[in-house]
């Protein structure tokens, strides 16, 4: 009898804790706050027009071009090259390869560094306006959204937290 009502005690216990203890739980995409953010917008927009960068995209562009090229010859003359003519194209291809890859790595870079800016100079005021964001709508319990596999669309509040970081940082 004893363990009955123990077990029972348990349940109730288990029922009555969720109303007692949360109010109101929200989901945040911190992440796409940041990243989909108008300042955000504006630094990639900025990185895009410089001298720099844009030549890197232009060599990018090329060099995908080049080796797009150089495939459609290899395929269209297959059946008549030579050996000699099959290893000279086989070692352009790895140079063009090398060259794209290099050059794939270097507007990596570009973007990651600009990442780490955006992230540094937003991360405070994203972090002031998600105070608020808790709150005003009396978040009790506030998860990050990579870190919830299911939830009701209505509990997320990316975008409210994205349009006060808007006003915010305008």
């Known amino acids: 009898m004893r363990r009955i009502f123990a077990g ?84 352009k291809m790895e140079y063009l390869r090398a060259d794209y890859e290099l050059v794939e790595r270097k507007l990596r870079a570009e973007v990651q560094q600009l990442q780490g800016k955006i992230m540094e100079e ?5 972090q002031a306006a998600l105070k608020e964001l808790v709150d005003a709508e009396g978040i009790t319990l506030l998860l990050q959204r990579e870190a919830v596999i299911v939830a009701d669309p209505g509990l997320d509040v990316t975008s409210k937290l994205l349009e006060r970081l808007n006003a915010k940082t305008k």
């Open 8 to 91: 029972s005690m348990l349940v109730l216990a288990f029922f009555a804790l969720p109303a007692a203890a949360v109010d109101k739980i929200a989901v945040v995409d911190i992440q796409r706050v940041i990243f989909t953010s108008d300042v955000a917008k504006a630094r990639q927009k900025q990185l895009q027009a410089e001298s720099e960068f844009v030549g890197l995209q232009a060599k990018y562009d090329s060099i995908a071009a080049d080796v797009k090229a150089l495939q459609k010859k290899i395929e269209a003359e297959r059946d008549t090259m030579s050996q000699e003519q099959a290893t000279e194209n086989q070692k």
């Open 122 to 126: 937003l991360q405070p005021k994203v």
